[in-house]
C-alpha cells in the first residue's frame, strides 16, 4: 500500500505533488456563486490545509466567479516554493448563476490574465482547458480550436503546463497532437468508473489522473457496502472512498473539497488508510455494478 502514503507523490508537469491535495471550489456562495458565508473561515481551511502538508490546490476563476482565487491570494500569498496551484478555463459563469461555454481565443485569454491577477502569480503553474460541449459530462468534438489557443498562451510564458477537463479518450489523443497535456480531470469515483480504461493508459504514459467528484458530488456516495468496509477498518465512509481512490492507481492525485477545517482533516487523514485486500475486493464491486 506504498502508493497511498502520505509521503507519495506524483508528477504535476515537472513538480512533484502529494497524492492528496485539496480542492477550493466549496469556499465560494451556494451553487459556487458569490462569496462564502463565513469569510474568516474560508482562509482558516486554506491555511490549515497548506499547514498540513497540501502542496496541490485546485481552483478556477469562474468559481464564484473570481472568490475562491481572492480567498487562496487573501490566505496564502505569498505563496509555499512547493505549492503548486491549478486552475482551469473554457467557462463563465452567468448572472444567473449557470454555466457556459467560453471558448473564443478572447475568451481564453481574459480567464488566463483573470486568473493570474486574483492569484498575484506571473505565471499559471497548471491550466486545465474545460471542455463544455455538454457542461454535465464529456461529449465528443474537436478541441483543436480552443486548446491551439491555450498552446499560444503558453509559449508566451503565461502558462507553465496544460491539463484537458470533462474530456473523451479521443479528445486527449487529439490534445496530445497539439501539446504536452500533464494531467485530466473527469468525474470518476467508486461508484462512477467510466474512465477505468483511461485511467490505466495514462499511468502507463505517467500522465495524471485528477477525479472530480471522488466523493460523490451531487450527494455523498451512499452504500452499504462502503458504510460495512468502513466500520471494519475503523474509519468513515468518505474516508474509505478517498483510499481506495488512491490504491486504485499511483497516478491518481485527489482533490476532496470543503469548506470545514474539521472535514479537510478528516479527508487528509485518508492517506495513511490501509485498506486491506478483501474489502478493495468489496469495493470494487460497487462500481462493477453500476457499470
Known sequence: MSSNQPSATFRL???????????AMQLAGPGVFGPPKDHAAALAVLRDAVASGVNHIDTSDFYGPHITNQLIREALHPYPDDLVIVTKIGARRGADASWQPAFSPEALTGAVHDNLRNLALDALEVVNLRIMFDVHRPAEGSIEAPLTALAELQRQGLVRHIGLSNVTPAQIAE????????CVQNHYNLAHRADDVLIDDLARDGIAYVPYFPLGGFTPLQSSTLSAVAERVGATPMQVALAWLLRRAPNILLIPGTSSVGHLRENLAAASLDLPTDAVEELDRIGNANA
Open 13 to 23: 508537469g515537472d513538480r512533484a505533488v502529494k497524492r492528496l491535495g485539496y480542492g
Open 175 to 182: 490534445g496530445r497532437r497539439i501539446c504536452e497535456i500533464v
